[in-house]
């Protein structure tokens, strides 16, 4: 059974940091992309981030620059570092694995930002 738990989320001020992890288990994450979406309340879940097993990361224009995506194969994890933090970074925290037969989602973590 593929599980993706994440972690990490909390208050923070702006101009704030945090950093979100998502352990994986059930699948190895060493060969597929990892991603990391957020859905603000009354909002739409929306693209933050992606690392594919091998090529360059992506990020949402809105966090490109504050934002730093990362994994580690070895721990089966994926993590997101935010740095510089807005009112606006305030939302539901996802991890996402997409694969070609299906997709697995976290249960969230939550991130709100004060200002």
């Known amino acids: 059974q593929v599980q993706l738990v994440e972690s990490g989320g909390g208050l923070v001020q702006l101009g704030g940091s945090l950093r979100i992890s998502c352990e994986v288990s059930?699948?190895?994450?060493?060969?597929?992309?990892a991603e990391w979406y957020r859905q603000a309340p009354g909002q739409q879940r929306e693209f933050v981030a992606s690392?594919?097993?091998?090529?360059?990361?992506k990020y949402a224009d809105s966090v490109q620059g504050r934002f730093t995506i990362s994994r580690d194969d070895a721990k089966n994890t994926a993590s997101l570092q935010m740095n510089d933090l807005r009112p606006e970074d305030t939302a539901v925290y996802y991890c996402h694995i997409p694969t070609s037969y299906t997709s697995y989602w976290g249960q969230g973590t939550q991130v709100t930002v004060s200002s």
């Open positions: 059930g699948i190895i994450l060493r060969f597929i992309v």
């Open positions: 690392i594919p097993s091998v090529g360059s990361t």
